[in-house]
Structure formats: structure tokens, C-alpha cells
């Protein structure tokens, strides 16, 4: 009876929650609040580093040069996105996932992000990384992968998050943020979305702001592009898009820092 009564107490605050705060986000119903993806995103961490044969961490404390230029990056996203909203409130954690063969990055709710060695090596300078950065915070900030559980759950797994009794499916939230397909894939409108405030985060700082198209291109020449690029808008419209918004900014480039990330890339394994 006890857990009924969880459960129903549950329902009753998430109803309210919804109530109160409304579809604040255009079309986009989201039953998670901002508390809840900081929760969720805890605990999609802490499977991900409970799990190294899936995610085999570069330790941050063995390797701190390279996470020093990780966050350098970061800081510099954050101090230039004037339009994010949970610049203070989510932890923008780094974190090097050492596996040269997956090229791709995430980040969960609650701004936890993950980066492969396979794509920071892939890479050319520091503001294509920076684009790649932007576009997995803006994902984050924008509460896409939320958007995206309420959608594919509903409100059930929501009522096990917030009583914490949703252990089962954690693997497999983390496993679907990781390979950006399945279940949890991002909608073309969160892509387009995304690409669109990458560029805008980048447009006031140091970087070259367009450089994000860059990662586009350079997957679309891999001899395997990788599978989530056929489930995305096409990288052509996602050029076209990323070209328009840098020119309303007002098209000036920025900095590359090529030697910079050279070093960067140097002292990975």
C-alpha cells in the first residue's frame, strides 16, 4: 500500500508540476523538470562509469594537461553563451572517452558531457571541437533528451525518476545517449535547433563560429559515415542552416587555433 501511495503521490506532483509550469517550450511537452534532469543525469554518470568496458574513461587525474585544455574550452563556450539558461545550474562536467574508433560525442541531462578520442582526433583545430562542444550543450541546456524520455516513456518513467526507482533502465538511457541512436535519438528539430545556438553560443567569442559545418562535411567523407547521420536532417540542410544563421550574426570568422589543439590531441593516448 505504501508504494501505491508513492506512486500516486508521484502522479499528484507531476500533474502539478505540469500545471503549473505549462508546455514552455513551443510544441514540446516536457514532464521533467530542471531538478529532474540534474537527477537524471547523475545517475546516467554514474552508470557510465560503472561500466568502463563500455566507456573506458581517460582518468582525469592521470591526464591533467589534457582535461585543462577540455575545460579551457568549455569555459570559453560558457562565458561567451549569453543565451543559455542553465549556465549556473548544470555541472558541464568533461569527461574523455579513450576509444579511437567511435567518432561522436553527448551529453546527458543535467549537462554531463562525453567526448571520444576517435572524434577529438578526427578533427582539425580547436573551434570545429568548439562547434562540436556547443552543439552537445545546447542539446543539454535545451532539455532535448528529456523532451525525448517524455515523449518515449511518458509519464510513468518520469514517476520512477523523481521516487528513484528507475535502475532498470538507466543502461539503456545511457547506452542510447552514447551511440545517439535508438530510442533516445534527438528529433530534426532539436538538430536543427541545436546547430542553430552552437553558432550563436560561438558567435561572441574567439572561434570561428562556422566552423561547426566543418564537422558535417568531414562525416559525410568518413568511408563509413557513422549510422545516426542517416536517422539526422541531411548534412546538406544542416550546412545550408548553420551558413544562414552565421551571416545573420554577421559572417566575420574567427580564430582556428590549429596548434593549439595539436597539442591538445598530442597528449591523448
Known amino acids: 500500500m505504501k508504494t501505491i501511495g508513492r506512486y500516486y503521490l508521484g502522479m499528484m506532483l507531476i500533474t502539478l508540476i505540469i500545471v503549473v509550469s505549462g508546455c514552455s517550450k513551443g510544441d514540446n511537452i516536457n514532464l521533467f523538470s530542471v531538478n529532474d534532469d540534474i537527477s537524471l543525469g547523475i545517475q546516467v554518470d554514474g552508470e557510465i562509469r560503472a561500466n568502463p568496458q563500455e566507456f573506458p574513461i581517460l582518468d582525469s587525474a592521470q591526464n591533467v594537461t589534457a582535461y585543462a585544455h577540455l575545460y579551457r574550452i568549455r569555459n570559453t563556450i560558457l562565458a561567451s553563451a549569453t543565451e543559455m539558461s542553465n549556465k549556473e545550474t548544470f555541472a558541464w562536467r568533461c569527461t574523455i572517452i579513450d576509444n579511437d574508433t567511435v567518432i561522436n560525442a553527448f551529453c546527458t541531462p543535467g549537462g554531463y558531457m562525453y567526448f571520444y578520442t576517435g572524434l577529438i582526433k578526427m578533427l582539425d583545430n580547436e573551434a570545429e571541437f568548439a562547434g562540436v562542444m556547443a552543439h552537445e550543450m545546447v542539446h543539454a541546456d535545451r532539455r532535448h533528451t528529456t523532451d525525448q524520455l517524455t515523449i518515449t516513456y511518458g509519464l510513468d518513467l518520469l514517476v520512477q525518476l523523481v521516487l528513484g526507482n528507475n535502475h532498470n533502465e538507466l543502461g539503456q538511457i545511457a547506452a542510447s545517449l552514447a551511440g545517439n541512436l535508438g530510442l533516445l535519438a534527438y528529433s530534426r528539430s532539436n538538430e536543427y535547433v541545436a546547430d542553430r545556438y ?25 568511408p563509413h559515415p557513422p549510422v545516426f547521420l542517416s536517422t539526422h536532417p541531411s548534412p546538406e540542410d544542416r550546412l545550408e542552416k548553420i551558413d544562414e544563421e552565421f551571416l545573420a550574426l554577421g559572417g566575420v570568422h574567427g580564430e582556428f587555433f590549429e596548434a593549439r589543439y595539436a597539442e591538445f590531441k598530442s597528449l591523448l593516448p
Not at 205 to 219: G, I, K, Q, T
Open 198 to 222: 552552437a553558432v550563436r553560443y560561438l558567435y561572441p567569442s574567439e572561434y570561428d563560429a562556422a566552423s561547426l559545418r566543418n564537422f558535417f562535411v568531414m562525416m559525410q567523407n568518413q
